[in-house]
């Protein structure tokens, strides 16, 4: 197959992978999925579970409980058997035997003491190609003060960091969520660093000081100055789709030079409160 069949290829299971992820609460059917893809119906379910390594069916249940787990630890008020009922069980009981198939934990062991490492290896969303042209702007970024917590460390326990900084959020009232902005500061590649080595810091702007307190969050800047910037839709665990090609083919064409500071990240929305295809996040690349 040829570079432009394969990639023509890859952009019909691209639609389907979009499609599933926008109807996820909706039946689906072999039959529907394979007209978004102009695929025969009748060799759809070999192509993808060929292209995918998995089954349709098993992507999408895969999908469904990959959300499930979402708000089973970021919301923990909801009941169980709401989140089973949802992500298209017909009882808790089902939906406990199929998700500690794939995660390795009952719900309610994930709620209280959630193993990312093999919930993360279980199931890897499958790689995109960017098929739109960058929209890239440059924007001179304000000076910023953050409350930081530094996460190092494995990048598959980002969640738990996550956790803790909510819960100094909520407890300190110093960096609201609904009206502060949320950053990620990276400076580390998750795919070519070790991952005890990782180091990512989860930050909130703040307004004043930030105290002492028991999460272990302190204080930061984000220093003013010219930013290239470009928009990230979807999964934060495929934000390398939108970063690589803005280091691989932007940054070259563009002329421009890198200041000494690290990639970050604005996310303008946030999981469990919207769906992962839902997901909004401005990457900034600090220039000169």
């Known amino acids: 197959m040829n570079m432009d069949k394969a990639k023509a290829y890859a952009q019909r299971f691209d639609r389907v992978f979009e499609y599933i992820e926008q109807h996820l609460d909706e039946p689906l059917t072999v039959e529907q999925l394979s007209r978004v893809a102009h695929f025969s119906k009748f060799h ?3 192509q993808f579970s060929q292209y995918v390594g998995i089954g349709v069916f098993a992507y999408v249940r895969q999908l469904r409980l990959r959300q499930a787990s979402y708000r089973l630890v970021f919301r923990r ?7 089973a009922l949802d992500a298209g069980f017909e009882s808790p009981e089902a939906f406990s035997r199929a998700f500690r198939q794939v995660f390795g934990q009952s719900p309610s062991q994930f ?15 499958p790689h995109r190609e960017r098929r739109e042209k960058m929209d890239v702007k440059i924007v001179d970024f304000a000076e910023t003060q953050i409350a930081v917590l530094a996460h ?19 407890q300190s009232r110093l960096s609201p969520v609904k009206t502060s902005r949320t950053f990620g500061i990276a ?8 991952p005890e080595l ?11 000081k930030v105290p002492n307190n028991p999460q272990g969050v302190g204080n930061g800047v984000i220093p003013g100055g ?18 690589y090609p803005l280091y691989r083919a932007w940054l070259p064409e563009s002329g421009e030079k890198l200041r000494d500071f ?22 900034y690349l600090p220039l000169k």
């Open 44 to 46: 759809f379910h070999r």
């Open 187 to 194: 400076y580390d590649d998750p795919e070519s660093t070790e």
């Open 77 to 83: 008020h909801e009941r169980i058997i709401d989140i």
């Open 152 to 170: 190092r460390g494995a990048p598959e326990q980002l969640n738990d960091s996550a956790l803790k900084f909510i819960e100094w959020r909520k």
């Open 198 to 208: 990782f180091r990512f810091d989860i930050c909130g702007a703040v307004s004043e």
């Open 111 to 125: 709620r209280k003491s959630p193993q990312w490492q093999p919930w993360s290896e279980s199931f890897r969303l």
């Open 226 to 243: 010219r930013c290239a910037v470009v928009r990230h839709l979807g999964s934060h665990d495929r934000i390398g789709e939108t970063v």
């Open 262 to 283: 690290p990639l970050y990240f604005h996310y303008l929305n946030l999981i469990p409160d919207v769906a992962e295809h839902e997901l909004v996040t401005d990457i």
